[in-house]
């Protein structure tokens, strides 16, 4: 993570704009919140039940994978017994908010994704010694760091932001022109909150894609960088538009979701090139 970026990528992992594309985004989705809802509300959608399942996926393999990246690179850690207990703590967490996220959709579904989390933390162990074998072990540490930070915001930081909110879903309204209510307007705690999208900001995730580059150095050229890239924003997009299809999240919910997880992504990045200089 220590390369120089280009102009480009520097304008696009910058805090201050995502600030400024979020207020932006928030401005212009707030007024149309409703008629968005309504002209593409389709429960029946294949895709995005498709993508309902996918957009969960991000978060146990970013978590799964650098909680044990936290273990394997404890030995440039400043506060050891903190990683050791921060690295057990979000292997847990993932693994178990994995299941219970996939057991509330179909929970036929628990034996496969249990036996696909325990085969993904073997992957991940085989990986991160594979990458420490070639001496990249701090520059994987700083990116752990800036995963496992992401991570844990996408899953708690939306959950504990949700309950300051409480929105009603919109597929829960049954006369949507009268009930529909902003964003900003705080309800009980009894409603099924829709702002912000979990799923949006989980699907973000993906976009620590791109970060894989700084410890793998066969994943530097451009053609892995544009491929990346273009599948960060596809798994990003076609998740928060799935929401908005099933009538669960409306365009500011996914937006917020989303902006959340980007925003924490570059301001950690910021702050781990700042403070851990090789």
């Not at 007024?31 to 996918?54: G, Q, T």
């Not at 991940?124 to 995963?147: F, P, T």
């Not at 937006?255 to 301001?267: D, E, M, V």
Request: charged share 15%; proline share 3%; hydrophobic share 55%.
């Amino acid at each position: 993570m220590g390369e120089n970026k280009s102009s480009i990528k520097r304008v696009v992992w910058n805090s201050a704009l995502w600030i400024i594309v979020f207020v932006l985004g928030m401005s212009i989705f707030t007024f149309y919140d409703l008629p968005i809802a309504k002209a593409v509300y389709r429960f029946d959608s294949s895709y995005a039940r498709f993508f309902e399942i996918v957009g969960l996926l991000t978060t146990p393999m970013a978590g799964i994978f650098f909680a044990i990246s936290n273990f394997l690179t404890i030995r440039v850690a400043k506060k050891r017994v903190v990683s050791i207990i921060l690295g057990w703590l979000s292997l847990i967490v993932f693994v178990g908010f994995n299941l219970l996220s996939v057991g509330m959709l179909n929970s036929r579904w628990l034996g496969v994704i249990f036996i696909l989390d325990m085969l993904f933390i073997r992957f991940s162990m085989w990986a991160n010694r594979y990458i420490c074998s070639y001496a990249q072990v701090v520059e994987l540490r700083k990116v752990m760091m800036v995963g496992l930070v992401a991570t844990l915001v996408a899953v708690l930081g939306q959950t504990i932001i949700k309950y300051g909110f409480n929105r009603p879903r919109f597929i829960t309204l049954t006369d949507p022109d009268s009930q529909f209510t902003y964003w900003y307007v705080h309800h009980p705690i009894e409603h099924d909150s829709s702002f912000p999208s979990g799923h949006a900001a989980q699907s973000a995730l993906s976009f620590i894609l791109v970060y894989l580059k700084k410890f793998v150095p066969k994943l530097r050229s451009k053609k892995w960088d544009v491929a990346f890239w273009v599948l960060a924003i596809f798994i990003t997009g076609s998740t928060m538009i799935s929401r908005m299809l099933l009538g669960v999240h409306y365009a500011t919910d996914v937006w917020a979701g989303c902006f959340l997880t980007l925003f924490t992504i570059s301001f950690t990045n910021w702050y781990v090139e700042k403070t851990y200089k090789v």
